[in-house]
């Protein structure tokens, strides 16, 4: 158990549709990040979260949005779903920002995501 | 920017012998982290081993070593004496100093034979 939570674990919604992930870090880790595992694109990094602020975006569509709240756990909204959004998502922590190389990112469970 | 390449989709090995993933990496930092997770059929990733670009000895965590190669940019994971639960997905990553996003390789999925 990596001390990272994730609700829910299974999530089956419609296209058109708008969900929420939620995620909860390990405790006192102040960074959240939050990834998307799909067949076709593999894993890639979405956004970063420390301390309540925004530190990095990767490859977020804008249909897609997330914060991090004060009690530190993060939310991952996505709306207008489409079917190749269908994928893992998984949330990470870690008690580090940025320029800390040598943090290790805890993942969570991750949240399957089906778009029929 | 950064990459990671695996070039091994898939590789087995028998049950109690050492089996090697490859991982290379591509970046312009001089300060960086390399890092391995598993990821059984369940689903969750589990960090395995960390390697700094400027650790002078190959990292060890148990049955799992790192074959650091800094000149030929080469992470490869040595797993030792395989079990049958090691049979999983196996990623490659690496942090720059510049971000803490991990950038992942495509992985190398594992099968331990008995």
């Known amino acids: 158990d990596s001390g990272v939570t994730q609700t829910p674990k299974h999530l089956i919604t419609a296209t058109g549709q708008r969900v929420t992930l939620r995620c909860s870090p390990r405790?006192?880790?102040?960074?959240v990040y939050w990834y998307q595992q799909s067949l076709d694109q593999g894993l890639q990094f979405l956004i970063q979260?420390?301390?309540?602020?925004?530190?990095a975006k990767g490859n977020i569509l804008e249909r897609f949005s997330a914060q991090q709240f004060p009690d530190l756990h993060s939310e991952l909204n996505l709306s207008s779903l489409e079917l190749g959004d269908s994928a893992l998502y998984f949330c990470?922590?870690?008690?580090?920002?940025?320029?800390?190389?040598?943090?290790?990112?805890?993942f969570g469970p991750g949240t399957r995501l089906t778009v029929t | 920017a950064q990459k990671i390449t695996q070039t091994q989709p898939g590789m087995f090995v028998q049950e109690k012998e050492a089996v090697t993933l490859d991982c290379t990496y591509d970046?312009?930092?001089?300060?960086?982290?390399l890092f391995w997770y598993k990821q059984p059929s369940s689903g969750e990733m589990i960090f395995l081993i960390y390697?700094?670009?400027?650790?002078?000895q190959n990292a060890t965590e148990g049955r799992y070593s790192l074959n650091f190669q800094k000149a030929r940019k080469s992470a490869n994971l040595v797993i030792s004496a395989s079990q049958l639960g090691d049979s999983a997905m196996y990623f490659c990553?690496?942090?720059?100093?510049?971000?803490?996003?991990?950038?992942f390789g495509e992985g190398t999925q594992l099968t331990v034979n008995p």
């Open positions: 990470a922590s870690s008690a580090a920002g940025t320029g800390n190389i040598a943090y290790e990112q805890y």
């Open positions: 405790s006192g880790d102040l960074s």
């Open positions: 979260y420390y301390n309540g602020e925004e530190r």
């Open positions: 970046t312009s930092d001089q300060s960086y982290g």
């Open positions: 390697q700094g670009s400027y650790d002078e």
């Open positions: 990553a690496m942090r720059e100093t510049s971000g803490s996003r991990l950038t």
